[in-house]
């Protein structure tokens, strides 16, 4: 029978002591991060949430009104009309960005395409521009009166091309979009297909597998995992759908209106109108609906590459 003694006192102080010091280093280590985070989030957020249960007043100020800016948003009609925009915008404009953006990667990955370091370079550097240059760019293509549109249908001797009428709008601005984040999109799916291990190629080799059926095989099931980032980060992106709407305004006024978008209208009403309340509980709203989308993708696509 064996017995087991503590360890002395002078021991388990200096464990402790240890330990403590361990966690002191960790903290030193995590520590700026966690107040940048709380500084340019956590309190934004806060104060966002804050302003949305008050509304300025004629009589008596700001005043504590509870809910009622939300059940007023719920009953807006432009806050809604711009989420249906921007939600029809997301579910066609995100499915053919990252469809081009898995067949770039797929090209530039695959061993028969001459430099593809170039073409690599090529597709990503419109990412590389800042976004308000590329939204200005495309603007002047756009113009009908005064770009690329309006010499050529200066050509044809008719206006055939008219990019900011309000049946083509929100095709102008997707084609903007996937235009500057198809290179980034290519670049993580790219990234992933590099990480596959050249055995299981040689497996498919050896199998008889030719270049569809490894991609079926093979690289689209490695890439799931990407794909479901991918398509997160591009539903917060389109429900975050400002630059491009808000810069091509002044050349489209009667075509985009100050709700457009949920952004914008949150901006508008802020900046423009000093509903300062009203468009932090816009910003809550959209907040959430943006949340709580992308957790069921993730989820759904956590579910699917576990099985």
Do not use: C
Request: charged share 10%.
């Amino acid at each position: 029978m064996t017995t087991t003694t503590a360890p002395p006192p002078a021991v388990r102080t200096a464990r402790k002591r240890r330990r403590v010091s361990v966690e002191q280093r960790g903290w030193l280590f995590v520590g700026p991060f966690a107040i940048v985070f709380a500084l340019v989030f956590l309190a934004p957020l806060a104060y966002a949430l804050y302003l949305s249960f008050f509304r300025e007043q004629i009589v008596g100020g700001n005043a504590f009104v509870g809910f009622e800016n939300y059940l007023t948003a719920f009953a807006d009609p432009k806050l809604w009309d711009g989420f249906l925009r921007v939600l029809l915008f997301l579910l066609i404009q995100v499915p053919i960005m990252l469809v081009l953006a898995l067949a770039a990667a797929l090209a530039i990955d695959s061993a028969r395409l001459h430099a593809s370091g170039f073409y690599r370079i090529v597709i990503f550097l419109p990412y590389a521009v800042p976004a308000v240059v590329a939204v200005l760019m495309w603007g002047y293509i756009y113009g009908d009166q005064f770009g690329l549109a309006g010499n050529i249908n200066d050509l044809l001797g008719a206006q055939v091309l008219r990019p900011f009428l309000p049946e083509w709008m929100m095709v102008s601005i997707g084609n903007i979009v996937t235009w500057q984040f198809v290179g980034y999109n290519m670049l993580i799916f790219y990234s992933s297909l590099k990480t596959i291990p050249g055995e299981l190629y040689e497996a498919a080799s050896l199998d008889g597998a030719g270049a569809w059926r490894t991609i079926l095989s093979i690289k689209i099931p490695a890439l799931r995992g990407s794909i479901v980032i991918a398509t997160i980060f591009s539903i917060i992106g389109s429900f975050q759908l400002f630059n491009e709407p808000n810069i091509l305004k002044p050349l489209a006024p009667n075509t985009i209106t100050t709700f457009f978008t949920p952004n914008m209208y949150a901006y508008n009403l802020s900046f423009a109108g000093q509903q300062y309340n009203y468009a932090a509980t816009v910003a809550i709203i959209m907040g959430v609906i943006t949340a709580v989308i992308a957790y069921v993708v993730q989820l759904r696509g956590s579910r699917q590459e576990m099985r």
